[in-house]
Nanobody, 121 residues
Framework: VQLQASGGGLVQAGGSLGLSCAGSGRTFSNWSMGWFRQAPGKEREFVSSIKWTGSTYYADSVKGRFTISRDNAKNTVYLEMDSLKPEDTAVYYC????????????????WGQGTLVTVSS
């Protein structure tokens, strides 16, 4: 499985950014796709995930500000991030898991490369 993430960058607080992650190497039917993030000195934490069926899940810290979606035909997951805050600054990692996405990073084997999101105050 390969997960290729893109997007990210530098944005001012209150702004918006979008991330995308394209999967390849297998069929992603019945797989959840999603995002984790890791800030300097902190553990990797769950951000959001979406099941094959379209059910979505969000961390409380991003609920109402981030929107996850996927295009099953393209094996691609998207994360639209609005009303960004400086505390959203982190390296964002795309992840894939069969069935439901674990909310603990230790439970995931398939990761994309990270993409840096920096929110300035």
């Amino acid at each position: 499985v390969q997960l290729q993430a893109s997007g990210g960058g530098l944005v001012q607080a209150g702004g918006s950014l979008g991330l995308s992650c394209a999967g390849s190497g297998r069929t992603f039917s019945n797989w959840s796709m999603g995002w984790f993030r890791q800030a300097p000195g902190k553990e990797r934490e769950f951000v959001s995930s979406i099941k094959w069926t379209g059910s979505t899940y969000y961390a409380d810290s991003v609920k109402g500000r981030f929107t996850i979606s996927r295009d099953n035909a393209k094996n691609t997951v998207y994360l639209e991030m609005d009303s960004l805050k400086p505390e959203d600054t982190a390296v964002y990692y795309c992840a894939a898991a069969w069935g439901s996405m674990p909310t603990m990073a230790l439970g995931i084997n398939d990761w994309g490369q990270g993409t840096l999101v920096t929110v300035s105050s």
